[in-house]
Nanobody
């Protein structure tokens, strides 16, 4: 049974930081390209960051978060993280952990920036 469970969202002031976690069960994250997506009210879903599978997996960031967000993976914990620094109001959204292909999704965690 595949399950992706996000946590770590919350409310933060502009300039603050949050770390999102995605605990995965049912498959091994190191074998898949994992990603974080976000969706703000009234907007489409956006790919924020991606991390390729295997050793030295390629990393992708959408331009608006480059230099501020970091995606990483802990293979021992089968967990994917998104470290978000210097948060801006435009970063406020529901954040989802998923496989890059979109086969599996978490339920989302809300990030609010005031």
């Amino acid at each position: 049974h595949v399950q992706l469970v996000e946590s770590g969202g919350g409310s933060v002031q502009a300039g603050g930081s949050l770390t999102l976690s995605c605990v995965v069960s049912g498959f091994t994250t190191r074998s898949f390209c994992m990603a974080w997506f976000r969706q703000a009210p009234g907007k489409g879903r956006e790919g924020v960051a991606g991390l390729g599978g295997g050793l030295g997996g390629n990393i992708y960031y959408t331009d608006s978060v480059k230099g501020r967000f970091t995606i990483s993976r802990d293979n021992a914990k089968n967990t994917v993280y998104l470290q978000m620094n210097s948060l801006k109001s435009e970063d406020a959204a529901m954040y989802y952990c998923a496989t890059w292909t979109g086969n599996y999704w978490g339920q989302g965690t809300q990030v609010t920036v005031s």
